[in-house]
């Protein structure tokens, strides 16, 4: 004789699971319709991508892919890299990086990595020349959408001013959002910031001996 499921009042097993889901997800539902009904407030945001791991520069240009698809004005900046081209920066040259499109300044300071060049006050001048561009995309009105690409680090190397760069980041036009990628930062910047996500490196291909692959880490 083949095994019955379990019945009372309320009904067979699959049932009561059925109506405890349907609590659990309309009670869910009510919480998130409160918490966004709650957001009423309409400006741009700052966010800071940090932490030891890998995929902060790859979360910032997919949000400049996402602005850029609705019709904003982007601008990046990438501090420290440059040597070698990126895939996205091959995508932007192509796609958004012609005469005819307005929508899009691409900045690279252009020296590789500090521990390549290993000359300070070189990378210290390149630093405050890139820091000029980024100051002039922060004050202009008509750009929805920066991005300043490893900045963290010229703070933690002390090759700007940090005073000057929190109040530029902080005095931008109100409707301007704002990404910064990079290790560390320091809790004064982060106290600036909305959203603070750090990403968090658990396991690295790179530690066990695999090369870099293009067009997943470069």
Do not use: C
């Not at 850029?68 to 932007?92: A, C, N, R, T, W």
């Not at 995309?137 to 900045?151: K, Q």
């Amino acid at each position: 004789m083949s095994e019955q499921p379990e019945l009372n009042a309320s009904g067979t097993g699959d049932e009561r699971r059925d109506s405890k889901h349907k609590k659990a997800m309309k009670k869910q539902k009510a919480n998130i319709d409160a918490t966004v009904a709650a957001a009423d407030i309409e400006r741009g945001v700052a966010v800071l991508l940090t932490g030891n791991g890998k995929g902060k520069s790859s979360s910032a240009f997919g949000m400049v892919m996402r602005a850029l698809g609705y019709g904003y004005k982007v601008g990046v900046v990438q501090f420290i890299k440059g040597e070698i081209l990126s895939g996205e920066e091959i995508y932007l040259r192509e796609h958004y990086l012609q005469e005819q499109n307005p929508n899009m300044v691409f900045y690279q300071m252009g020296t590789g990595f500090t521990w390549d060049t290993q000359d300070r006050s070189a990378d210290i001048a390149a630093a405050q020349k890139t820091w000029e561009v980024s100051k002039a995309l922060l004050a202009d009105e008509s750009v929805y959408l920066v991005v300043l690409d490893e900045l963290t680090y010229m703070l933690a190397y002390d090759y700007l001013d940090e005073a000057e760069v929190l109040e530029a980041l902080s005095n931008r036009p109100e409707h301007q959002s704002l990404v910064v990628t990079g290790r560390g930062g320091g809790a004064k910047l982060q106290a600036i910031m909305d959203t603070v996500s750090e990403v968090k490196d658990i396991k690295h291909a790179f530690n066990d001996g695999i090369k870099a692959r293009k067009g997943v880490d470069y």
